[in-house]
């Protein structure tokens, strides 16, 4: 069987006359992907390499609060 329906809050609504059973297995299967929301496209311009330390990981103290390298 295949049925198509929509998202709406995160719900798939079904036309009507489509009746699955409580409990039923379902595969969702996303027909037309939408781009990434304004707000994460533009959060994603910020995003750039930065020029840290290759050790910031580990002395992580020591560039933050001056604690001793270890």
Known sequence: MSFTGTVENGVVIFPEEVCLPDG???EVVVKDE?????F????????????WPTDMSVNH?????????K
């Open 34 to 38: 939408r781009p990434l929301m304004p």
């Open 24 to 26: 039923a297995l379902v």
């Open 61 to 69: 103290d020591h560039y933050l609060n001056g604690a001793a390298r």
């Open 40 to 51: 994460a496209a533009e959060l994603l311009k910020l995003a750039k390499d930065r020029d």
